[in-house]
């Protein structure tokens, strides 16, 4: 950024040497001021938030879409990339596919299948902290893992899968939950979009 | 502040926690014309500072905020 500002800068010192001060050369000089402008708009980013989601734990999901969604109601885009332990957040319970190898399988049964069966980070005391946690959240109000993804879908916020965590793991694309443009890529897509971005987290 | 306006649309967002009384209030000005105004209840305490944020970020105006107990009223006017 810094460079961008001193190419700007010298470009207007230099525009600006010993010249006298005619119609022309001032109209030369606004159309130059202009192109310059012009190669800084196109350098600038886009009001959007890119997100990684390398969590499986409740609570940091939920702070993801709690940040996605409140991103979109700021007027800013969204684009949500799930990867390593945030991939299983994103399977279908009620989905099953076969052909799967032991190690798959096994990773299957271990990690947890939907945004239903995410535990907490901390005090998930064998699933009562959890349980405890999710009817706090009914109490108050909150908005379930469930309901967050339902919205984050009605607002347009853009899920991305990491392809190489979904095959470490042995997840087909198949056993994913149906999400309006829900895409697979790798690191590539996530740092295109990072680097057109105001914002990025790492949850 | 004393200037005169109507308001086109209430929102009730009692009882909802964040991120939704944004995320609502963003949808519900959409729906009225630019230069109109909304009405929305919050009973959220960030609201307090979250509707100005977010107002100031998507570009539209609080004209006026009311607190009526534990109900805090924004008048915002659709600007963007």
Known sequence: ????????KETVSNSEEKEPLTMENVEKQLAELKSRIEVL?????DPKVSMIVFSGDLDKVLASFVIATGSVAMGMEVVMFFTFWGTPVLRDKNKSVGGKDTMGKMFGKMLPKGTGAVKLSQMNMGGMGTAMMKSLMKKKNVASLEQMLEMAEELDVKIYVCEMSMDLMGFKREEMIDYNGLEFCGVAKFLEEANNSRIQLFI | MSEEFTVEKVMDLKGLPCPMPVVKVSKGIKEVEVGQVIEAHS???GSLTDF???A???GNEILKTEEDGDVIKFFIKRTA
């Open chain 2, 56 to 58: 100031r970020t998507s």
């Open chain 1, 41 to 45: 708009d196109k350098k600038s980013t």
């Open chain 1, 1 to 8: 950024m810094t460079s961008i500002v001193q190419e700007a």
């Open chain 2, 52 to 54: 100005p944020a977010w």
């Open chain 2, 43 to 45: 009973t959220d305490p």
